[in-house]
């Protein structure tokens, strides 16, 4: 491997390592406030704050762990691996990281689902919006006479 590819390379795997780390902290600790940019984000787990702290204090080991892999797949390439052997660890951080990410996400989302089923359905509307009236269920259904 060229040697400022390896270096990117493994600069990005180390970034990655150390967002997926802080990711995995933070959902732990119940810290991670419900976004669409980081933890789990699926229908279920953004249906309520408890669905997404739940999901990704689910998915923090396995999210860390992939943070860890991405860590020291990366730390190593910046160490300089030589010849093949950094395309090899390259490969096996990278897909090992998505492989325990994905792994913690479908955990999260698979207990956020359950909790989610136990709750009450929210309104389909909260009557605030302009165009409220065009969202079916947002007014009473009128009866016909």
Known sequence: MPELARLILGAVLVAAGVLLLTVALLGARGRLPRN???????????????????ANRVAAPL?????????????????????????????????????LTGLGGALGDRSAARLAA???????????????DLVAGCRPAESSG
């Open 36 to 54: 669409r940019f980081a933890g789990v984000r699926t229908a279920a787990t953004l249906r309520s704050e408890q669905t997404f702290t739940l």
């Open 63 to 99: 999210i860390g762990a992939a943070g860890a892999v991405g860590i020291a797949g990366g730390a190593a390439l910046l160490a300089g691996a030589p010849g093949m052997a950094s395309w090899v660890l390259l490969i096996v951080a990278g897909a090992g990281s998505l492989v």
């Open 118 to 132: 136990a709750e009450p359905e929210p309104p389909a509307c909260g009557g605030v919006c302009a165009g409220c």
